[in-house]
């Protein structure tokens, strides 16, 4: 502005020498004014360097502590999950037991129902044989009773012949 101010004040003078020095004048404060501009627009690139320089130190911080929790999230994850895996596979176990277990017990009871059946058949099998002894002694006794009372009648029949027998020699 003052180079402006000074050449156009040279020029309405209409002082060659003013205009001249006005120019030099000019020229100089222009190249004062770049090399103001230049300084101002270095120093505002490099405050805008360290601050992109700050930030990224802030953020590759933020980005280690991140990485630091996501490191301590993934270690409590794998062991949440590790031990999930053991109770699962403890779980299987203790199933495959109580499957084995119950498959052994229906064996069991299978097995003691065949018992229960074949100890069924028996008695009803022992039943009928008691019955029909039952049935053969009843008749041995009626066969041994009148197999006595024959020999009670055979005794008097003998008897009575020895009588008879007995009168007839005497």
Same mark, same amino acid.
């Given at each position: ?97 109580? *499957? =084995?277990?119950?498959? /052994?017990?229906? &064996?069991?009871?299978? !097995? +003691?129902? $065949?018992? #229960? @059946?074949?100890?069924? *058949? =028996?008695?009803?099998? /022992?039943?009928? &044989?008691?019955?029909? !002894? +039952?049935? $053969?002694? #009843? @008749? ?7 197999? /006595? ?10 008897? #009575? ?10």
């Amino acid at each position: 502005m003052v180079s402006a101010v000074l050449v156009l004040g040279a020029l309405i003078a209409g002082s060659m020498i003013l205009v001249a020095l006005a120019a030099v004048a000019a020229t100089v404060l222009g190249a004062a004014a770049t090399k103001i501009t230049h300084s101002e627009l270095i120093q505002s690139r490099r405050d805008a360097a360290r601050d992109r320089a700050r930030q990224a130190q802030d953020y590759r911080k933020l980005d280690e502590q991140r990485s630091a929790e996501h490191k301590e999230f993934a270690r409590s994850m794998a062991g949440r999950i590790a031990s999930r895996q053991q109770l699962i596979h403890e779980l299987e176990g203790e199933l495959s037991n109580a *499957q =084995r277990k119950l498959a /052994e017990t229906n &064996l069991k009871l299978g !097995a +003691e129902a $065949r018992r #229960a @059946e074949q100890a069924e *058949q =028996r008695l009803a099998s /022992e039943s009928a &044989l008691l019955e029909d !002894a +039952e049935m $053969r002694a #009843a @008749e041995a006794i009626v066969v041994v009773a009148e197999l /006595e009372q024959e020999i009670t009648d055979l005794k008097a029949e003998l008897a #009575a012949w020895e009588q008879v027998t007995l009168r007839k020699h005497a």
